[in-house]
């Protein structure tokens, strides 16, 4: 079987930088965007700062997060393309 990749988006809502990180598994990819969201809340213990918040279950291959100002969000690589998150979650 082979194995799932990931994309992690991040970035600044209404700003010039987005980022998109393409990750080897799921554990990782939830890890740092619950790392991100704990930095853009200055919260560790918010639910979206906890590594199992950022489960994705099979029938859903996207889960976001955004604030007023930030947004994060996991992709899991399918057969069909959804295009970037940052599309909907950049706009203020």
Not at 24 to 41: E, K, T
Not at 52 to 78: A, D, E, M, N
Request: some cysteine; charged content about 15%; aromatic content about 8%.
């Amino acid at each position: 079987m082979a194995t799932k990749r990931y994309i992690v988006e991040f970035g600044v809502r209404g700003g010039a930088h987005i980022d998109n990180l393409n990750l080897p598994n799921r554990s990782v990819a939830a890890r740092l965007a619950a790392s991100l969201v704990a930095v853009f809340l200055n919260d560790s213990t918010a639910p979206d700062a906890q590594v199992p918040g950022w489960h994705l279950p099979y029938h859903c291959p996207r889960k976001s997060w955004q604030s007023s100002t930030h947004f994060v969000s996991i992709t899991r690589l399918t057969d069909s393309e959804l295009g970037p998150a940052s599309t909907s979650l950049w706009r203020k």
